[in-house]
């Protein structure tokens, strides 16, 4: 957990909601803590992982800095 916690993205002009995308790290975290439900950043359709969509924020997150970290943590959730 610590390593997700501790994870930095950048701020752009434009990005994500830095809120929104607290939230959503903050209730997979829970949830792999057994705090919560286990919440999985992406879903898999037919095979395709789709991803929440953000609020778009001026100034907010690096989208595709986003979108990497959340496509790395849910490979990782998939070999636990």
Known sequence: MRVVRGTHVPVAPQ???A????AL???I???LEGRGPTVR??????GIK????FSITSPGLDTSAVDK????L???MDRL
């Not at 789709?50 to 969509?53: E, M, Q």
């Open 15 to 17: 990005g994500y909601s």
């Open 19 to 22: 809120r929104q995308v607290d």
């Open 25 to 27: 790290i903050n209730r």
């Open 29 to 31: 975290i829970a949830g």
């Open 41 to 46: 950043a992406g879903t898999s359709s037919n």
């Open 50 to 53: 789709i991803f929440p969509s």
């Open 69 to 72: 970290f959340l496509v790395e």
């Open 74 to 76: 849910d490979d990782a």
